[in-house]
C-alpha cells in the first residue's frame, strides 16, 4: 500500500511511452519511438532505483524523513 503512488505513476508513464511507441510507427516517426522508448526505460529504471533505496533505508520511496 505505500508504494501505491509509485507503482501508479510508473504504470502511467510506462503506458504513455507505449503509446509514444506506437503512434510513432505508425506515423513513421522515428523521434517519437525513441522518445517513448526511453520514457519506458527512464520511468522502470526509477521506480527501481526508488524501491531499492526505500528498502535500504527502512522508508518508503516518497516519505519525508
Do not use: C, N, W
Amino acid at each position: 500500500m505505500k508504494h501505491l503512488p509509485l507503482v501508479v505513476g510508473t504504470a502511467l508513464a510506462v503506458a504513455l511511452g507505449v503509446f509514444a511507441v506506437v503512434y510513432g510507427e505508425s506515423d513513421d516517426s522515428p523521434g517519437l519511438q525513441g522518445l517513448g522508448a526511453l520514457l519506458v526505460l527512464g520511468a522502470i529504471a526509477y521506480a527501481v532505483r526508488a524501491l531499492r533505496r526505500g528498502r535500504s533505508q527502512g522508508t518508503p520511496p516518497g516519505a519525508r524523513r
